[in-house]
């Protein structure tokens, strides 16, 4: 059953629970604009902030969230640890600074924002697991209430779940229609991990697209609604991103329609395009 409103929420594999769309902050300019942004989606009633380290704008998304009025405990708040602090000691020192950016007591949600690899360590899966285990200690710590990756394919997973005393609540990857990594979703999804998308727009690739447009108008909707809508109908939960109040407000506006089975399959057979070319298998850093 997809979610009704923007304050329904999917169970996580520990208990806590997750609103089931989230306010992406890529590429969100840090100061003003950032402030702005969250104070914005927060009037429009999203409730779920998602940022990171090093998206450089952790302190305007901890203010907008200050300004809002809203209370910290009504607002779910997903950051990430940098591929610079991996291992365990590096990571159970990375956290604080990031809390006191957003200048609260904990986070809901702390994600490894990308796998160690062989193009940047000799031993990746060494670094992937001790970094985990800090990520379960922080969480033991009270620091954070979820754990889980981001950018993390099956290969990777596999990794931790096979070491690990706390299993990822989630997986955050690239997903959007024309890159929908089916086969990491179904990894996760038999496995209880929540999916979350980054991108759901493809960083706006996918706008455009006129087949997408042609079902966008079909139900009376923009093509961002059509992409938001699609992931929530396939479980996996959208971060969509804008710094303009008006987009903020549309692309939450996806719960009086439903996609149709015959459109979902039209969609998610899209051939592949909009990819941001990021693979965890490349990356270079």
Not at 171 to 187: L, R, T
Not at 220 to 236: I, M, N, P
Not at 255 to 282: A, H, Q, R, V, W
Request: charged fraction near 25%; glycine fraction near 8%; include cysteine.
């Amino acid at each position: 059953m997809s979610p009704k409103s923007l304050t329904d929420v999917f169970k996580l594999n520990d208990g806590f629970s997750i609103p089931c769309v989230g306010f992406g902050t890529w590429q969100t300019p840090e100061g003003d604009v950032a402030v702005q942004a969250v104070k914005d989606a927060l009037a429009a009633g999203y409730r779920h902030i998602d940022t990171a380290f090093a998206y450089y704008n952790e302190k305007g998304v901890g203010q907008g969230i200050k300004e809002s009025g809203i209370p910290r405990e009504e607002i779910f708040i997903t950051t990430k640890l940098w591929n610079t602090e991996r291992g365990y000691e590096k990571t159970l020192a990375s956290l604080p600074q990031s809390l006191k950016n957003l200048g609260v007591e904990y986070v809901d949600l702390y994600l490894i924002h990308w796998p160690a690899n062989d193009k940047v360590y000799d031993n990746p899966v060494e670094v992937n697991v001790a970094t985990w285990k800090a990520m379960e200690k922080l969480q033991k710590d009270g620091l954070v209430r979820s754990i889980g990756t981001s950018n993390f394919l099956g290969p990777h997973l596999e990794q931790i779940l096979g070491v690990c005393d706390v299993k990822p609540a989630v997986d955050q990857i690239e997903f959007h229609p024309g890159y929908p990594q089916f086969e990491a979703v179904k990894f996760c999804q038999e496995r209880g991990i929540q999916v979350e998308a980054w991108s759901p727009l493809g960083c706006g690739r996918v706008l455009d697209d006129e087949r997408l447009k042609a079902l966008a108008a079909k139900y009376g909707k923009t093509v961002a609604q059509l992409c938001v809508r699609w992931a929530l109908q396939l479980d996996v939960l959208p971060l969509p991103k804008s710094t303009k109040a008006e987009r903020i407000q549309s692309n939450a506006q996806v719960f009086d329609f439903e996609i149709s089975e015959e459109d979902m399959k039209t969609i998610n057979e899209l051939p592949e395009f909009g990819y941001s070319t990021f693979s965890p298998y490349e990356l270079e850093f």
